[in-house]
């Protein structure tokens, strides 16, 4: 019996890490591919619940657990005050079926050279599959448009590929790990830029200061050597900003911002068919309706229904008929559920960031590198946010879901205690 128990919590183990490997390996490489492994892990959960070995929680667990029961009844429950159709339910009960994952995690943990070698094969494979596209299938616009949202992921899994330094150095082939996340993490910066996706790049000066920090902890490096590398970093910053792939889009961007602000401005008629002039519109829309409904928003339906009421009465220009948010996750959030949806939403963000920041000062040094990955991660969404619905989309919101409970697992799975292996200069 007892043979037969070690043997089965092995097959776990094994089937486990298979899970987050695919999960992570898949999910920019094909359409749909991060669906695998969560639906293997999902399954692993459920069937928790079937048997009597669900492992114990403890107190920031159920904190998280609870900001994901707080989204998902806080939708719910406008969803019915606003009678919005079905498939409004549909992408909040993500955040509940994601639940049983961690107990599933909990109990048969994955490996970590499953975790790290899925994220950096994931990220390599789709940036160099957005590269191959960019150069060879399509024209910069119209690729542009058509993965925007790939760009955004790209750039959140290349972060968490730079967040494994310190991983990577406690490992035996340190020098193989270090070099397979950093050309993961470049392909897939260099994929994004190949988008055209603008959004998650602003997220890029924050996450090079915040790398900074952690390194110059591990290190302890002078104030000198950090003034030094950060300048560094900002003219490699600047250098990648020059790039002719890079250049066009943020030129276009100040284009764009200057006509919104000209004093020739004519109600948006010059802007209306530019990429952030249809964002300023519909911001502008979205604000004029929440100043209407400021608590409880308008539903989905409502804001839909009003603004194409707005669009037939000239106050709104057509061209942003066919958008069905507001292209920003805090501003849409408001629009449709009001200043308790907007709770709900920075909740989903703000508890794990702080339990991953707080238990990171706890953790061993090869421990921190999956808190600085969630936090890396959580900028990402919270910047990403600010010019797309992200938190719309069902690939998005699975992968943050899912990628919040596999990194807290891995932070808990271990003894908490002080960094013993610092390196001093």
């Not at 849409?332 to 200043?339: H, P, S, T």
């Not at 959580?378 to 946010?385: E, L, P, R, W």
Request: aromatic share 16%; charged share 15%.
């Amino acid at each position: 019996m007892m043979i037969l128990n070690s043997n089965w919590s092995r097959f776990l183990s094994l089937y486990c890490s298979s899970a987050v490997f695919l999960f992570l390996a898949l999910t920019l490489a094909i359409r749909g591919g991060f669906s695998y492994g969560i639906m293997m892990l999902w399954l692993g959960g459920l069937a928790m619940f079937f048997v009597n070995t669900r492992p114990s929680l403890d107190s920031s667990d159920y904190l998280i657990l609870g900001a994901f029961f707080f989204y998902f009844a806080i939708h719910y429950l406008l969803n019915l005050y606003h009678h919005d159709i079905l498939r409004e339910y549909d992408l909040p009960l993500r955040f509940m079926l994601a639940i049983p994952v961690l107990f599933f995690l909990r109990k048969n943990p994955p490996s970590d050279s499953a975790f790290w070698g899925g994220v950096a094969i994931g990220t390599l494979s789709g940036g160099l599959l957005m590269t191959w596209q960019f150069v060879f299938l399509t024209k910069f616009g119209e690729f542009g448009r058509m993965s925007q949202n790939l760009g955004n992921l790209a750039v959140v899994m290349s972060l968490i590929c730079f967040s494994g330094w310190r991983w990577a150095l406690s490992r035996e082939k340190r020098i193989a790990w270090l070099f397979f996340l950093f050309l993961a993490a470049v392909s897939g910066l260099v994929g994004s830029f190949c988008t055209g996706t603008r959004g998650a790049w602003l997220v890029l000066p924050g996450a090079l200061f915040i790398l900074l920090v952690d390194s110059a902890l591990y290190f302890r490096w002078s104030a000198t050597k950090i003034i030094l590398l950060a300048s560094s970093g900002l003219v490699l910053l600047l250098f990648v900003a020059s790039h002719p792939i890079v250049k066009i889009r943020l030129d276009a961007a100040v284009k764009e911002t200057k006509l919104i602000f000209a004093s020739e401005y004519d109600s948006g008629v010059k802007i209306a068919d530019t990429s952030l002039g249809q964002r300023w519109l519909m911001w502008s829309n979205a604000i004029h309706m929440i100043k209407i409904k400021p608590w409880f928003g308008w539903g989905k339906t409502g804001y839909l229904d009003y603004k194409n009421q707005r669009i037939l009465n000239g106050e709104v220009l057509p061209q942003i008929a066919k958008y069905t948010d507001a292209h920003d996750d805090y501003i849409d959030a408001l629009a449709k559920r009001g200043v308790i949806g907007l709770l709900s939403l920075m909740a989903l963000f703000i508890t794990p960031l702080v339990l991953f920041f707080r238990r990171s000062t706890r953790l061993s040094s090869e421990k921190r590198s999956y808190s600085l990955a969630g936090i890396l991660m959580i900028a990402g969404y919270m910047t990403s946010g600010l010019t797309c619905t992200f938190m719309t989309i069902n690939m998005d919101i699975m992968f943050y879901s899912v990628m919040i409970l596999v990194l807290w697992n891995f932070m808990a799975d271990s003894k908490l205690e002080t960094d013993p292996c610092s390196i001093g200069t």
